[in-house]
């Protein structure tokens, strides 16, 4: 059952980590995915799931409005069948594929774009190549963009970190 957990502090199903997930449930997944064939129709369906099961966080999302338009800016300037192919990809084998998206999703001139940001002595890990790729595959625009800092003494400076730790 999708509703079984790990524990009683694990906010993803069990039957997630499973590689049989996607041939188990791609009926379901497949169906899914056609709401997302507009901004809207995938809004409608957000906003019923949000009241169905409340504000409370799960595995993948706070629900908050700021979230509901970002989602809806995705899949309008995204394309339905770009994402599809990412989620599908993702949902084949969910706890290796989750890792490795790069750092910046962009919205320029209606087109998603994103973006992997490199510092010196930083190198691209394999499984972000790996994630890099398969945007690409799934039509998307990817970059590396490789940072050079410089260093002065009349400026401030501000570090904000935004790696996660799972």
């Known amino acids: 059952s999708l509703n079984t957990f790990h524990s009683p502090f694990e906010r993803l199903p069990e039957e997630l980590g499973s590689a049989q997930f996607y041939v188990k449930h791609h009926r379901s997944i497949e169906e899914k995915l056609l709401l997302l064939s507009s901004a809207d129709s995938f809004r409608a369906y957000a906003v019923s799931l949000k009241e169905k099961i409340g ?32 989620l599908v990809h993702l949902a084949k084998d969910f706890h290796r594929r989750i890792r490795g998206f790069p750092d910046l999703l962009l919205i320029e001139d209606s087109e998603v774009r994103f973006a992997e940001i490199k510092a010196p002595g930083d190198s691209l ?40 730790t799972g």
Not at 59 to 76: H, M, Q
Not at 125 to 150: D, P
């Open 55 to 86: 504000t409370d966080k799960n595995g993948f999302f706070s629900w908050n409005e700021e979230l509901l338009t970002a989602i809806g800016d995705l899949i309008s300037f995204g394309g339905a069948e770009k994402i599809s192919t990412v």
């Open 125 to 164: 890990r394999s499984h972000q190549l790996t994630q890099m790729n398969v945007l690409r595959k799934a039509g998307f625009r990817v970059e590396l963009l490789k940072v050079e800092y410089k260093l002065s003494p009349d400026q401030t400076y501000v570090v904000v970190d935004l790696e996660t």
